[in-house]
C-alpha cells in the first residue's frame, strides 16, 4: 500500500509557492514548511487548517536554516546544533497542529537536509535526535545511510519515490534550485513502476532499486497539480485506505 505526499506551505509573507488548495484534494499526506526555507506562522497555520479541511494528514518539513536559498544549499553544522534547528521548527508547526486538534504525522527533512542525512551520519544522527522528542515516523530513502540510522534508533521508516525528482546513477536525488515542469504520463508510469517493481530508471541509463511506501510530489514544480492527478489514478489501486 502507498500514500501520496507534498512538500508544501512553502509561501512567505506577500510571496507565493505552489497552488497548495488545488494541491490538497490529490493527496494523503502535507510535508509542511516550518519557517527556516519558506513558510511563516501565517502560512503555516492556513495550510494546517487547509489539510485538516481535506482530511489530509500533517508532517513536519524541517530545513536548515536557508531561507534565501529555499533550504537547497549545504551547510556546515554541527549535530547538537542542527538538532535544536529542528525541535526549534517543528515544535512551531506542532502548535498550529495542536492548535487544530491534529497530530503531528511524521518528520520530512527538506532539500540539502535531506540529502545530506541521507550520507552523513552526523546529520542523520541529529535528525532522530529531534524525531526522539516526537516520537512519529521518519520519511526517507530506502538503501540509504538515513535509513539505517534511524532504523537503529527506532525510529519507523518511511520509503520515498519522487515523481517529479531524476535519479543519479548511484541512486541519489539530483535535487535543483528550481524544478522543471515534468511530462504527468511519464511520471505516472515511473510511480507505478516503483510500486510494483521497487525500481526506476536513472539519468544514466541503469535501474536502481527503490522504495515507494510514500510518493512525494513538490508542490514547486511548475505543473505540480498535473502531476499529482495523474499519479493519484495511476497509483489508486494501491493506495492506504483512508
Known amino acids: 500500500m502507498v500514500v501520496i505526499n507534498c512538500d508544501m506551505g512553502e509561501a512567505y509573507g506577500l510571496y507565493r509557492m505552489g ?4 494541491l490538497m484534494p490529490h493527496i494523503d499526506v502535507a510535508n509542511v514548511a516550518c519557517g527556516f526555507h519558506a513558510s511563516d506562522f501565517n502560512h503555516m497555520r492556513k495550510t494546517v487548517q487547509l489539510a485538516r479541511q481535506h482530511g489530509v494528514k500533517v508532517g513536519a518539513h ?12 549545504e551547510m556546515k553544522i554541527d549535530r547538537d546544533e542542527l538538532a535544536n534547528c529542528l ?7 506542532k502548535a498550529f497542529l495542536d492548535a487544530e486538534g491534529m497530530p503531528l504525522n511524521h518528520i520530512k527533512p527538506h532539500g540539502a537536509l535531506y540529502g545530506m542525512a541521507s550520507r552523513n551520519e552526523d546529520i542523520a544522527e541529529a535528525v532522530a535526535d529531534a524525531a526522539d522528542v516526537y516520537k512519529v515516523p521518519l520519511l526517507g530513502m530506502k538503501g540509504t545511510l538515513h535509513q539505517k540510522v534511524y532504523e537503529r534508533r527506532g525510529h519507523t521508516f ?13 541512486g541519489s536525488l539530483i535535487i535543483t534550485r528550481e ?21 526506476t530508471r536513472t539519468v544514466a541509463g541503469n535501474d536502481i532499486i527503490v522504495g515507494a511506501d510514500s510518493i512525494c510530489i ?14 493519484r489514478e495511476a497509483v489508486r489501486p494501491y493506495l492506504t485506505a483512508p
Open 158 to 170: 518511511v520509503a520515498e519515490y519522487y515523481a517529479d525528482l531524476d535519479y543519479n546513477a548511484d
Open 62 to 73: 524541517p530545513s536548515l536554516p536557508d531561507l534565501q536559498g529555499f533550504g537547497r544549499r
Open 218 to 231: 513538490h508542490s514547486d514544480t511548475p505543473n505540480a497539480v498535473a502531476i499529482a492527478e495523474a499519479v
Open 179 to 199: 524544478h522543471d515542469a515534468k511530462d504527468p504520463v511519464d511520471a505516472a508510469s515511473r510511480c507505478t513502476r516503483a510500486v510494483n517493481e521497487g525500481k
Open 87 to 93: 525541535l526549534y521548527q517543528i515544535g512551531a508547526l
Open 19 to 22: 497552488d497548495d488548495k488545488a
